[in-house]
């Protein structure tokens, strides 16, 4: 699953650790998102 805004990315990346414990494969989102233009934020649904 690509990510979905450059601060999620960052966020992923600060808790690489934590992430991984939990089975996030954090390789595999960066693979997958590779080349995208990320928005900085995801307004969220009201």
Do not use: T
């Not at 960052?10 to 928005?39: C, M, T, V, Y």
Request: positive net charge; charged residues 50%.
């Amino acid at each position: 699953m690509p990510y979905k805004s450059d601060a999620q990315r960052k966020f992923f990346h600060a808790n690489k650790k934590k992430l991984e414990k939990q089975g996030i494969d954090i390789e595999e989102w960066d693979k997958e998102s590779k080349g995208l233009k990320l928005p900085k934020k995801v307004k969220k649904k009201k």
